[in-house]
């Protein structure tokens, strides 16, 4: 079945799902979550473009209950998303191995490159595990951004605002309360002004 995805407000700016059902039983499972762009249009043309899918306006039920789940969570009411179901059914063996371990990292816990391709079974991989976690469709579902870097180093980040989106969900997290760096979708806009003015 085709994917759908949807927008909706949160405490850090819009976000998107998408999803689709299996085949077997008609459950959603989540293929693809984009965090806040600069704005709520930029923010669905990524979604749309990156899952293929077609705008839903009325989401099923647990969709529904998903999103409200992440506005919490965004909102500092944190919560555990590992009961999601999601589609890794084009992650190659090793690279699904990876995204199910990085599922395990709870709430305000980080665990290095390094430590994660050691659950994964490839203890001399951690290079991979960053490139897997940079194209991780999911994330917040797949909690990459608990992924950092050996001695403290926050590593890379590939949702929009990079590091300082890393660090602001880890905030958030770490915490317990929303936005400790400012208001993400706002940092987002910036950005986008600064890449319009270099270009002008």
Not at 93 to 100: D, I, K, N, Q, Y
Not at 127 to 151: E, F, Q, T
């Amino acid at each position: 079945m085709r994917a759908e995805y949807t927008i909706f407000d949160t405490a850090i700016g819009t976000c998107a799902m998408a999803w689709r059902e299996f085949a077997e039983a008609g459950d959603p499972v989540a293929v693809c979550f984009q965090l806040p762009e600069a704005t709520a249009e930029l923010t669905e043309s990524r979604i749309a473009e990156k899952s293929g899918a077609c705008k839903c306006a009325n989401p099923p039920v647990a969709i529904s209950t998903l999103m409200e789940r992440i506005r919490k969570h965004l909102s500092g009411e944190l919560q555990e998303f590992r009961d999601v179901p999601v589609d890794l059914s084009a992650a190659a063996p090793f690279a699904r191995r990876v995204l199910e371990a990085a599922r395990e990292i709870p709430p305000g816990k980080t665990m290095t490159y390094g430590e994660l391709a050691r659950r994964a079974g490839r203890p001399d991989a951690a290079r991979a595990v960053g490139r897997i976690m940079g194209s991780n469709p999911i994330p917040l579902i797949i909690p990459c951004h608990r992924v950092v870097a050996a001695g403290g180093k926050p590593g890379g980040f590939s949702a929009p605002g990079g590091r300082m989106s890393k660090a602001e969900l880890l905030a958030i997290e770490r915490s317990g309360t929303q936005l400790l760096f400012g208001n993400f979708a706002r940092s987002q806009r910036g950005r986008a002004s600064s890449r319009r003015a270099n270009r002008g």
